[in-house]
C-alpha cells in the first residue's frame, strides 16, 4: 500500500527503510531537504491513493499540534492520520476530536525500538477505533518485529491508549536501566570482584534478570571498558515524568519509577541545595563538621564515606561534568523532550528530521 511518512529523522528513517523493504510505497516529507522525497505536504497527499494513511514522527507539541491540522485541511473524509511519535496522550484525545469533526481518523501508536527497530523490528502499542486500527494493519504488520503480531503489537485501548502504553513502559525502563546502574556500582565497589563486565555477561542467559537492556549494559562496557570518560549527567525524555504525574493522579505507588527518575534530577547538579541544607542542619543540632566546598575535612573517622570507585568523583565534586556546560535545564513535563528519537518540542513548528536525543 502507499503511505505518507512525516519526520525522517533517526526513527522515522528507519521507518520508511522498514517499510519500503516490506513492499510498501513510501513518500516521505522532511524540513531537511537531503531527507525528502517529496517537497510539501500537499505534495505528499497527493501522491496516496484514497483512504490515504499518513503517519506523524515528530516532535510531541507544538510541531506535532501543527503538523496534525495542516493534515486535516488537506484529508478527506476516510483518511487517516497515524500519531508515531511520543504525544502525551492527553493531546491525542484533543486530536482526534479536531479530526474527528472532519470525517478523518486519527490513531495514537507507541513505537519502541530505537535504532536497532530498523533490523529487529518496532514494538507498537495502538489507541484508535477498532476500524482505523485495522486500515492501517499491513503498515504496523511490517513495522513490528518477526514471529507472532501479539508478542509485538497490541490495540491497546481507545485513543490515546497507545502513547498512555508506551509512557509506563518509558517509565518502567527507567526503573530498570536504575537497577542495573546499582547493582554495577555496587559489583565495582567490591574489591575482591575482578571482573564486572564478565558478571553482567553471564546474567544474558539462563538467569531471571535477562533482557536486552542488560544485553545493551555489557556491550557498553565493552566499547568503553569502566565507562571511562562518560559523564553521569543522565537527561529525562518528558514520559518518566508524565507516568509519575499518572501515578499521583490515579494513588498508584511507584516507588521505583519515582527514584529512577529523581535520580536522574540529581545526575545533573553540580552542588545539590537539598543536601548542603541537611549537611548544615547535622551542624546546627548535632555540632556536627560542616564541610565547605574547599574544605578536605569533617569525615567521621572509620566510616566509609565513598567506595574507591567513587573516590575520585568525590575529589572532582566542584568541577564541572563533561558536557553539562552545553546541557539544557529541564523546565517541566509539558516541555521535556521525547524519547523517541524525535528532538526538543517547543521550539520548532512543523515537521521536523527528528534527530533529537533517545530514550526508546
Same mark, same amino acid.
Given at each position: *500500500?502507499?503511505?505518507?511518512?512525516?519526520?525522517?529523522?533517526?526513527?522515522?528513517?528507519?521507518?520508511?527503510?522498514?517499510?519500503?523493504?516490506?513492499?510498501?510505497?513510501?513518500?516521505?516529507?522532511?524540513?531537511?531537504?537531503?531527507?525528502?522525497? @517529496?517537497?510539501? +505536504?500537499?505534495? &505528499? @497527499?497527493?501522491?496516496?491513493?484514497? %483512504? =490515504?494513511?499518513?503517519?506523524? *514522527?515528530? /516532535?510531541?507539541?507544538?510541531?506535532?499540534?501543527?503538523?496534525?491540522?495542516?493534515?486535516?485541511?488537506?484529508?478527506?473524509?476516510?483518511?487517516?492520520?497515524?500519531?508515531?511519535?511520543?504525544?502525551?496522550?492527553?493531546?491525542? #484525545?484533543? +486530536?482526534?476530536?479536531?479530526?474527528?469533526?472532519?470525517?478523518?481518523?486519527?490513531?495514537?501508536?507507541? @513505537?519502541?525500538?530505537?535504532?536497532?527497530?530498523?533490523?529487529?523490528?518496532?514494538? +507498537?502499542?495502538?489507541?484508535?477505533?477498532?476500524?482505523?486500527?485495522?486500515?492501517?494493519? /499491513?503498515?504496523?504488520?511490517?513495522?513490528?518485529?518477526?514471529?507472532?503480531?501479539?508478542?509485538?503489537?497490541?490495540?491497546?485501548?481507545?485513543?490515546?491508549?497507545?502513547?498512555?502504553?508506551?509512557?509506563?513502559?518509558?517509565? #518502567?525502563?527507567?526503573? &530498570?536501566?536504575?537497577?542495573?546502574?546499582?547493582?554495577? !556500582?555496587?559489583?565495582?565497589?567490591?574489591?575482591?570482584?575482578?571482573?564486572?563486565?564478565?558478571?553482567?555477561?553471564?546474567?544474558?542467559?539462563?538467569? @531471571?534478570? =535477562?533482557?536486552?537492556? +542488560?544485553?545493551?549494559?555489557?556491550?557498553?562496557?565493552? !566499547?568503553?571498558?569502566? &565507562?571511562?570518560?562518560?559523564?553521569?549527567?543522565?537527561?529525562?525524555?518528558?514520559?518518566? =515524568?508524565?507516568?509519575?504525574?499518572?501515578?499521583?493522579?490515579?494513588?498508584?505507588? *511507584? %516507588?521505583?519509577?519515582?527514584?529512577?527518575?529523581?535520580?536522574?534530577?540529581?545526575?545533573?547538579?553540580?552542588?545539590? /541545595?537539598?543536601?548542603? *541544607?541537611?549537611?548544615?542542619?547535622?551542624?546546627?543540632?548535632?555540632?556536627?563538621?560542616?564541610?565547605? &566546598?574547599?574544605?578536605?575535612?569533617?569525615?567521621?573517622?572509620?566510616?566509609?564515606?565513598?567506595?574507591?570507585?567513587?573516590? %575520585?568523583?568525590?575529589?572532582?565534586?566542584?568541577?564541572?561534568?563533561?558536557?553539562?556546560?552545553?546541557?539544557?535545564?529541564?523546565?517541566?513535563?509539558?516541555?521535556?523532550?521525547?524519547?523517541?528519537?524525535?528532538?526538543?518540542?517547543?521550539?520548532?513548528?512543523? %515537521?521536523?528530521?527528528?534527530?533529537?536525543?533517545?530514550?526508546?
Amino acid at each position: *500500500m502507499k503511505i505518507g511518512m512525516i519526520g525522517l529523522g533517526k526513527m522515522g528513517g528507519n521507518m520508511r527503510d522498514r517499510l519500503r523493504k516490506a513492499g510498501h510505497e513510501v513518500f516521505g516529507f522532511d524540513l531537511d531537504e537531503s531527507l525528502r522525497d @517529496v517537497h510539501t +505536504l500537499e505534495e &505528499l @497527499v497527493q501522491a496516496l491513493d484514497a %483512504p =490515504r494513511v499518513v503517519w506523524v *514522527m515528530v /516532535p510531541h507539541g507544538k510541531p506535532t499540534r501543527s503538523t496534525v491540522e495542516q493534515l486535516g485541511e488537506l484529508l478527506s473524509e476516510g483518511d487517516l492520520i497515524i500519531e508515531g511519535g511520543n504525544s502525551k496522550f492527553t493531546e491525542d #484525545i484533543e +486530536l482526534d476530536e479536531l479530526m474527528s469533526a472532519k470525517g478523518i481518523g486519527y490513531v495514537d501508536c507507541g @513505537v519502541s525500538g530505537g535504532i536497532w527497530g530498523l533490523e529487529n523490528g518496532y514494538g +507498537l502499542m495502538c489507541g484508535g477505533r477498532a476500524e482505523h486500527v485495522e486500515m492501517a494493519m /499491513p503498515v504496523f504488520d511490517a513495522l513490528r518485529p518477526e514471529g507472532p503480531r501479539e508478542e509485538g503489537f497490541v490495540h491497546a485501548g481507545d485513543v490515546g491508549a497507545g502513547h498512555y502504553a508506551k509512557m509506563v513502559h518509558n517509565g #518502567i525502563e527507567y526503573g &530498570l536501566m536504575a537497577a542495573y546502574a546499582e547493582g554495577y !556500582e555496587l559489583l565495582t565497589a567490591k574489591d575482591f570482584v575482578k571482573d564486572v563486565q564478565g558478571c553482567f555477561q553471564a546474567w544474558s542467559r539462563g538467569t @531471571v534478570v =535477562r533482557s536486552w537492556l +542488560l544485553d545493551l549494559a555489557v556491550k557498553a562496557l565493552e !566499547e568503553t571498558p569502566e &565507562l571511562k570518560g562518560v559523564s553521569e549527567y543522565t537527561t529525562d525524555s518528558g514520559e518518566g =515524568r508524565w507516568t509519575v504525574q499518572e501515578a499521583i493522579e490515579m494513588a498508584v505507588p *511507584m %516507588p521505583v519509577i519515582s527514584s529512577a527518575l529523581f535520580a536522574r534530577f540529581a545526575s545533573r547538579q553540580e552542588n545539590s /541545595p537539598a543536601m548542603q *541544607m541537611v549537611a548544615a542542619l547535622r551542624g546546627q543540632f548535632g555540632g556536627h563538621a560542616v564541610k565547605m &566546598l574547599d574544605d578536605e575535612k569533617s569525615k567521621d573517622e572509620g566510616q566509609v564515606e565513598v567506595h574507591g570507585g567513587a573516590e %575520585p568523583k568525590a575529589q572532582e565534586a566542584g568541577e564541572q561534568r563533561p558536557g553539562a556546560e552545553n546541557a539544557e535545564p529541564s523546565s517541566g513535563a509539558e516541555t521535556a523532550g521525547p524519547s523517541s528519537g524525535t528532538g526538543t518540542t517547543e521550539h520548532a513548528d512543523g %515537521p521536523t528530521s527528528g534527530s533529537g536525543d533517545t530514550d526508546r
